[in-house]
């Protein structure tokens, strides 16, 4: 049974920090690129950021540039997303995703995208 699963979120500050957890099972997480996706409520769900196999290459939405750091560590099977300077504006569900790959997909490559978890929620309010 192949599993994603998020971990990390919660409710956060205005400038405070959070960081998510994704843990794979039934799956080799160095096969993937990882993906981070957002939803919130009545909105299109958002490409945050993407890591490739190796970890060397990432990228991220022009939102959370500077703000956001991906990262993995195959040897856990796990990825993170570091989120520092949280806003309001970022209060989501935050899920993770398997890239069919080494590297990220672009942005009309999101059909690469073909395992999911059930997503974790990032509250930021004072």
């Known amino acids: 049974q192949v599993q994603l699963v998020e971990s990390g979120g919660g409710l956060v500050q205005p400038g405070g920090s959070l960081r998510l957890s994704c843990a794979a099972s039934?799956?080799?997480?160095?096969?993937?690129?990882i993906g981070w996706f957002r939803q919130a409520p009545g909105k299109q769900r958002e490409g945050v950021s993407c890591?490739?196999?190796?970890?060397?290459?990432?990228n991220y939405g022009d939102s959370v540039k500077g703000r956001f750091t991906i990262s993995r560590d195959n040897a856990k099977n796990t990825a993170f997303l570091q989120m520092n300077s949280l806003e309001p504006e970022d209060t989501a569900t935050y899920y993770c995703?398997?890239?069919?790959?080494?590297?990220?997909?672009?942005?009309?490559?999101?059909?690469?995208?073909?395992?999911w978890g059930q997503g974790t929620q990032v509250t930021v309010s004072s």
């Open positions: 039934g799956l080799s997480l160095d096969y993937y690129a």
């Open positions: 995703a398997a890239a069919i790959g080494p590297q990220c997909p672009d942005s009309s490559g999101d059909y690469m995208y073909v395992y």
């Open positions: 890591i490739s196999t190796s970890g060397r290459n990432t």
